[in-house]
């Protein structure tokens, strides 16, 4: 994932959607938009891939209003703010990349650290119900070579990427699946 090249890939993108682009190397800010004239301005020298492509999520969602200058709350900015992070993380994700790379990620893009923590590892849970969760499970198990006397809530959880809020149901499937084969151990 070169940041150059994501730049470009942005600024085609945002230039297809009807709005001239300028690259300004004195331009004081990293990178703004301004979708009623149609116009992107940037700075090669500071702008980021993430700063671009979060302008152009403004651009494809047609915000136009602004509350002021350091409008950091207002809730277009949160929400371009976590679409470009995913934006980024999709075309990470489909070059290679994975969560044990997200340092590596965060630098490519410049993709502020504790968000992009929060939204793609939020982005990583599965939402199950309990059937899911036990069919997880389950097919995890038929799979493994593990022993079952070995058998771990954590790992299993890990492994099938399951929230920890069903730790206690996990348990319970763990325990369920020992008493059918006969082991009496513990389930940690």
């Keep these: 994932m070169l940041k150059q090249e994501i730049?470009?890939?942005t600024i085609i993108e945002i230039e297809n959607h009807g709005i001239d682009v300028i690259g300004d190397d004195s331009f004081p800010l990293d990178a703004v938009t301004n979708i009623r004239k149609k116009i992107t301005i940037y700075n090669p020298q500071i702008?980021?891939?993430f700063k671009l492509t979060h302008e152009l999520i403004h651009i494809i969602n047609n915000d136009v209003h602004r509350f002021d200058d350091c409008d950091f709350t207002s809730p277009q900015e949160k929400?371009?703010?976590t679409e470009a992070i995913l934006k980024l993380w999709g075309i990470f994700e489909d070059q290679g990349g994975n969560t044990e790379e997200l340092y590596q990620f965060i630098e490519a893009t410049g993709c502020p650290e504790k968000l992009t923590?929060?939204?793609v590892l939020?982005?990583?849970i599965k939402?199950?119900?309990k059937e899911e969760i036990q069919s997880q499970v389950v097919h995890y198990l038929d799979r493994t070579d593990d022993d079952p006397e070995s058998w771990n809530v954590y790992s299993i959880m890990d492994a099938c990427?399951?929230?920890h809020k069903w730790e206690s149901l996990v348990k319970n499937i763990i325990v369920e699946l020992n008493s059918k084969i006969g082991l009496q151990k513990q389930v940690i």
Excluded: F, G, V
Aim: hydrophobic letters at 35%.
């Design 47 to 49: 702008a980021t891939p």
């Design 117 to 119: 923590k929060i939204i």
């Design 122 to 124: 939020k982005s990583k």
């Design 7 to 9: 730049i470009e890939q």
């Design 161 to 163: 990427h399951i929230d």
């Design 79 to 81: 929400r371009a703010n």
């Design 127 to 129: 939402t199950w119900d």
